[in-house]
Structures are given as structure tokens and as C-alpha cells.
């Protein structure tokens, strides 16, 4: 498909919804604050703004870690659960070696239950 040939108004109409999605996403973000994670007593958290989420770890490494988000009742989430990441350039060095153990800590645990009831 050749874009040049679109006409004028098309071209318009493009520019001006990648634009409002852009704002919007902006607006967005600015509104909600960066995400802030944590560990408490019931285990590692999600926040972003007022919505707050619990957390399952799928894959830990030096990198990266991978966390599922627990409890949603969402129907999407039957067909396409949600997942975090968590840099290791988001959070200091202390905390995310932290995170990293409990993460480690909880699928060692988890290997270990399934285990068990085999």
C-alpha cells in the first residue's frame, strides 16, 4: 500500500490521532505519578496512583524481573494476563537486590508446593 497517494484530509486526520493519543498517554502518566514497588507483610506491591496490585514473580534475573499481577477480576485477564517488568536501572541498588531475593525466594517456594503435592 502506498501512503503517498493517501489525500490531504486523510493525512490530517493521521497526524491529528497519533497527536491526541500521545497527549493523552502524557496527561496520563503525569496524572498517575511514577509506579512506585515495595514489599510489605501480605508480599510485593504495585502502585500507580490510587490502584494498588499484588504481584506473582515469573522470572527473575540480574536484569529484569517478570511479575504476574495477582487477584484481578478482570475477564481480559482469562485470556491475557497482565505483567510487569521491573528494571534494574528503576530502583536503587539495595532495593532491587531485595526484590530480587524475594522474588527468588517466592518461586524456590512455589517450585516447591508443586512439588509436594505430587
Do not use: C
Not at 36 to 52: A, F, L
Amino acid at each position: 500500500m502506498r501512503l503517498f497517494w493517501f489525500p490531504p484530509f486523510l493525512w490530517i486526520t493521521i497526524f491529528l490521532l497519533v497527536f491526541f493519543l500521545f497527549v493523552y498517554f502524557i496527561a496520563r502518566r503525569l496524572k498517575l505519578g511514577m509506579p512506585r514497588v515495595g514489599i510489605d507483610e501480605k508480599g510485593v506491591y504495585w502502585q500507580e496512583g490510587d490502584q494498588s496490585y499484588r504481584l506473582d514473580f515469573v522470572r527473575v534475573n540480574g536484569v529484569q524481573l517478570i511479575a504476574k499481577v495477582r487477584g484481578s477480576s478482570r475477564w481480559q485477564d482469562g485470556i491475557w494476563p497482565s505483567y510487569r517488568v521491573i528494571y534494574r536501572d528503576s530502583l536503587s541498588y539495595h532495593d532491587y537486590r531485595v526484590l530480587r531475593s524475594f522474588a527468588a525466594q517466592q518461586k524456590i517456594l512455589k517450585r516447591s508446593e508443586v512439588t509436594a503435592k505430587k
